[in-house]
């Protein structure tokens, strides 16, 4: 399909001005984390480092940090597991209520977070306290894994559909067994689609809020401090240097799962 010079610069002045409504408040970010000013003034008249070196000196940010690591990590493991295990369920075998349970697994991530957070902080009051088990680290991870496991999931289910089941006969009918088979075929044709959800996983869970609110107790992970930080206007400098790192940190996981899955549309095993 072609288009007239026309509609060619009518489509492209749409997606500048929709990178410029995404983007700017990004980049008014950035250059405000080098404002010499305490306070929001633009233009800066002047740029410095001095906020950069005091949020990497700040104790609060560093652990903050390690809490968010922890979190994501967790809640990636836990999404890699059950979400790969869950597609590979769905791809390959047919049993009663798939479908239905494939919504079910689907649907926390279109739920309003606050809603999300709502619901699993009731249930943890009502299951985990009464055990002892206290609001703290695991009930983040818990909390983020919920929404994490639907990235997981997926991107392992347009991988196995991709995967051609011959693979998988041939390998059974040459005398290897389960696990040789998962070890030596299925898993190097997902790897990559496992990697990219890994890493998407990741980085929602980095920077979840609401979520977290409602899950976190007394812990505090890095966005959980950042806004804490809003209502100080002498620390604003310093949380525009976090929500810079926090961009950087969120971004590069997708950047890169997008590189893992580009050019992945052929089914593997369908020959050359």
Not at 34 to 47: A, D, E, G, L, T
Not at 165 to 180: H, I, K, N, R, T
């Amino acid at each position: 399909m072609t288009f007239s010079k026309r509609a060619r610069v009518m489509f492209a002045s749409i997606a500048a001005i929709a990178l410029a409504f995404i983007y700017t408040p990004l980049i008014v970010v950035l250059v405000n984390s080098f404002n010499v000013s305490k306070v929001f003034s633009w233009p800066p008249r002047r740029f410095t480092l001095s906020w950069w070196d005091k949020a990497l000196v700040n104790h609060g940010v560093r652990e903050a940090v390690l809490t968010s690591v922890k979190a994501g990590l967790g809640a990636t493991a836990i999404a890699l597991v059950l979400g790969s295990t869950f597609a590979a369920a769905v791809v390959r075998y047919h049993w009663f209520g798939r479908d239905a349970l494939s919504l079910v697994v689907i649907l926390p991530i279109a739920l309003p977070g606050i809603v999300t957070g709502i619901a699993l902080n009731s249930a943890f009051r009502t299951v985990l306290v009464p055990l002892g088990i206290s609001f703290g680290l695991f009930t983040v991870v818990l909390g983020h894994a919920t929404f994490c496991i639907v990235v997981v999931f997926n991107n392992a289910v347009a991988r196995f559909r991709r995967l051609s089941p011959s693979l998988v006969e041939a390998s059974m009918d040459l005398g290897a067994d389960a696990f040789q088979t998962f070890r030596r075929v299925v898993l190097p044709n997902i790897a990559t689609a496992l990697l990219a959800g890994g890493m998407l996983a990741f980085a929602l869970s980095f920077d979840e809020v609401i979520v977290t609110t409602f899950t976190a107790g007394q812990q505090t992970t890095l966005p959980i401090w950042m806004l804490s930080e809003l209502v100080r206007p002498r620390q604003r400098p310093v949380t525009n240097v976090v929500a810079v790192f926090v961009i950087v940190a969120t971004f590069l996981p997708i950047l890169a799962a997008y590189y893992l899955t580009e050019g992945k549309d052929t089914v593997a095993g369908s020959g050359k």
